[in-house]
Structures are given as structure tokens and as C-alpha cells.
């Protein structure tokens, strides 16, 4: 049996592959976009075809194959459940289970290894994802930056590049921001930063990546870059708080990218102890790991 998890996030897409030797391989695929949009499901289907082509050159007719497809932006719609089953039905694999989740659930997986738990995960979109000991489930958040996603990666920075806007316009004092901003996006002021961000060249991606340059600034102790960090993590510690009233005393992890940020890692810990609250830990995983001992790999 070979066992294979396409972990499908905003910023990238992992594909590990796990053989009847035990033996690990993995390869990056796309980004994931929403599949709300008709690019969404484009781009899930270029991902989806992608990795089955790889498989076919790398898996014989005498081995069977369990898929699992953990994907952001999904919430158990059907018609994007039967449209990957459809694809894989395409092609001459031998494929006994193509089990579609949504990334939170396995992440949720990785962390816990399906133990009663809440997640708070913020990476390039933010949610947060629990059950108890009785079986009970609750999501928080999960609807994309456009509607949500506050605290994440994305929104770090977007809140990076209007500070710097504001600060080279004038309606706010300065910050060491615009000047991080505007060589990042190698623009030499206001209006060539607006028309970069507004030309559609610049990808979700490339935003949240910013989230490194604001840790950086806000450990230096420039004021503007320590409240957007005191604000982001405001909102995710309410999803903690909120959960926990949901779902009762159950651990908390957190996990995702945005927590190996230095200044957010450190403001998290501060206000949730002010809330009586506790991290188990903070973990950073990859959901596929909690998926393949799922699927029983």
C-alpha cells in the first residue's frame, strides 16, 4: 500500500508520499486558491492532475494507493469532493480510498493525533479547530482574508503595508515600516507602492511574507510595528477564548507560521496568561503527518 496526502495551503501546496517500504518522499506543488472562484477550481484541478501524473510515473500496477487530499478553503462541499474523485478516476491508478478533508481537520490530526484538543492555526489564512471528549466539534473563522482571517499571516501584512502608506503620507508618525515596505517591493514611495499593489502582480503569498520584516521592526521596538502585532494577536487569542467556551477545558495548541514570529509568539503567551489560559505547546506540523496515521500509514 502507498499512501499519499496533498496538503493544499494558500502559500504552498505539500505532497508526501509514503511507500510499502516506509520510506518518505515529498515534492511541492501550486498554492492553493479559494475554490470558491472559477480560478480556484482551475488551480485545485492543474494541483490535482499534477500529482497524479507524478504518481503514475512512480507507482506500478501491483501497488495500491489511499489518497488523502487536506485542503484550505474547503468545508465538506460535495460538488468539490466528487470533482477530485472524478479526476482520480481518470487515470489507471489503483486507488482503494480518496479520503478529502478539510486542512484544519488535518492539522487538527497532526496535532493532537486525533486526541480531544483545540487548534488555533494561523499561517496564511487563520481558523481555529477543536473537538472533546464527547465528540463535539466546533470551527471558528476559516472564511478567507477577504471576509476574515484576521491574525494571519495575510492580514500581518496588509496591516504592514497600510501602516507604511500612512506613514509616508503623513497621517501617521513615521514608522521604520515604510522603509522595510518600500524595499521589499523595491518602490521608491506612495504611489509606486499603490499602483505595484493594485497592478495584480502581487500575489497573497507575497504578502504574508511580510509578516518576517514586521517581527524584526517590532522587536526593535519601533511603536506602529508593536501594535499591529498586539492588535493581530488580540484576535486570535478571543478565537482561544471563545473555543474553550465552546468546547470546554480541553488543551489549546497553536500552530502555523505565524507563531514562529518572535514579537507574536511572545505577545500570544503574554495575553493569554492574562486570560487564564494555557498553550500546551506550539507546535509546527505538517498536516499530512497526522493524515498518513489517519489513513493508517
Not at 468545508?75 to 472524478?86: D, S, V
Not at 486542512?103 to 487563520?126: A, E, F, K, Q, R
Not at 500612512?166 to 501617521?172: D, I, T, V
Not at 518600500?182 to 507575497?206: A, P
Request: glycine share 12%.
Amino acid at each position: 500500500m502507498i499512501y499519499v496526502v496533498v496538503d493544499g495551503g494558500q502559500t504552498k501546496t505539500e505532497v508526501t508520499v509514503k511507500d510499502k517500504n516506509n520510506e518518505v518522499r515529498s515534492w511541492l506543488e501550486s498554492p492553493i486558491l479559494h475554490p470558491a472562484s472559477t480560478a480556484g477550481m482551475n488551480r485545485l484541478t492543474e494541483i490535482v492532475v499534477s500529482v497524479l501524473t507524478k504518481l503514475s510515473s512512480i507507482c506500478d500496477e501491483e501497488n495500491s494507493l489511499k489518497l488523502a487530499f487536506s485542503l484550505s478553503g474547503f468545508h465538506g462541499e460535495e460538488f468539490i469532493e466528487a470533482h477530485i474523485k472524478q479526476l482520480v478516476d481518470a487515470f489507471s491508478l489503483r486507488v482503494t480510498n480518496t479520503l478529502v478533508i478539510p486542512d484544519y481537520v488535518g492539522n487538527w490530526l497532526s496535532v493532537t493525533d486525533g486526541s480531544p484538543g483545540i487548534v488555533i492555526l494561523s499561517g496564511g489564512g487563520t481558523i481555529a479547530y477543536g473537538e472533546n471528549e464527547r465528540g463535539e466539534k466546533c470551527r471558528l473563522g476559516g472564511w478567507g482574508h477577504l471576509l476574515g482571517d484576521e491574525g494571519s499571516g495575510y492580514w500581518f501584512g496588509l496591516q504592514t503595508i497600510k501602516a507604511a502608506l500612512r506613514s509616508m503620507n503623513g497621517l501617521s508618525n513615521y514608522t521604520l515600516l515604510q522603509e522595510v515596505v518600500k524595499k521589499y517591493f523595491q518602490v521608491n514611495g506612495e504611489f509606486e507602492l499603490t499602483h505595484v499593489l493594485n497592478s495584480g502582480r502581487i500575489s497573497d503569498q507575497e504578502i504574508a511574507l511580510l509578516l518576517p520584516e514586521l517581527d524584526r521592526v517590532a522587536m526593535s521596538g519601533d511603536l506602529v510595528a508593536e501594535e499591529i502585532v498586539r492588535s493581530g494577536v488580540t484576535l486570535l487569542v478571543e478565537l482561544g477564548v471563545k473555543m474553550t467556551e465552546k468546547l470546554g477545558n480541553v488543551p489549546i495548541y497553536t500552530s502555523g507560521g505565524v507563531f514562529r514570529a518572535t514579537s507574536i509568539k511572545q505577545e500570544f503567551l503574554s495575553q493569554f496568561q492574562e486570560k487564564n489560559l494555557s498553550i500546551q505547546n506550539d507546535v509546527i506540523v505538517k498536516p499530512g503527518d497526522g493524515v498518513l496515521r489517519y489513513m493508517g500509514g
